[in-house]
């Protein structure tokens, strides 16, 4: 099974500045992903012509879709878009909102696939490393976060965690093996020119990890100012 996470930068490419959700949806085909994680997805935006991304990218790629919208922008809004392959057996949103800063937010999706249920959380943190932890705790806390507990579970997205400090604090402490280690091996952003490991996957449970990689084409370089994520795994 593979998994591809991406923040897609609302389909505007990092250095070109051009927006074309056409170079999002051939990067992402290519790999041919049953799960898509997806933030920074524009919904009825005029920086992206007012597309509504999450129902153009569910219906290309005739998946089940669940988007959380995070910010609001005009009429529109923007947040994170999953899509499953398989049946959501069970969807959640949560707030990770600190005070005054970005609205952010976690999905808590239970996944109906071929080899099992598996949980899936998925994410984009904050811009501090204060709120981060915060926003970590506030996910690993949760009533709904731990009812899943005896599942496998993939946690993955933009966790903007530049020293890498979550993986050895909050998420090794609560049984979370770090995939996208080590961190010199992932480095996803700036796209063109990668130096900070920032889109990251942590797996718990019956998962067994057969590959992960960061996607670096050319077509991926343009797409976004970040790149891909893939991982390719097993219910065990």
Avoid at 175 to 194: D, E, N, V, Y
Wanted: overall charge positive.
């Amino acid at each position: 099974m593979r998994l591809l996470s991406w923040n897609i930068h609302k389909g505007i490419g990092g250095r070109d500045r051009r927006y074309s959700l056409a170079r999002i949806i051939d990067a992402i085909e290519a790999e041919n992903p049953d799960l898509i994680c997806l933030q920074e997805v524009d919904r009825l935006v005029r920086r992206s012509q007012f597309d509504d991304q999450p129902r153009v990218l569910s219906r290309y790629f005739h998946c089940h879709s669940v988007f959380q919208s995070n910010v609001h922008l005009g009429d529109g809004t923007y947040g994170n878009l999953v899509l499953s392959r398989w049946p959501v057996c069970s969807r959640h949103r949560i707030s990770l909102r600190q005070g005054s800063r970005k609205p952010r937010g976690a999905q808590l999706l239970l996944i109906d696939s071929p080899e099992g249920v598996m949980h899936l959380v998925h994410t984009h943190l904050g811009l501090s490393e204060r709120e981060r932890h915060a926003q970590m705790a506030r996910i690993l806390g949760h009533m709904l976060f731990r009812s899943a507990d005896t599942l496998p579970t993939l946690m993955v997205g933009d966790f903007n965690d530049w020293r890498n400090t979550l993986a050895a604090a909050d998420l090794a402490a609560t049984g979370f093996r770090h995939i996208t280690s080590p961190i010199a091996q992932f480095r996803s952003f700036p796209s063109w020119l990668p130096i900070g490991s920032l889109d990251k996957a942590f797996a718990r449970g019956a998962i067994d990890v057969r590959h992960a990689h960061i996607m670096k084409t050319s077509l991926s370089k343009a797409a976004s100012d970040h790149l891909p994520l893939v991982v390719d795994f097993h219910l065990t």
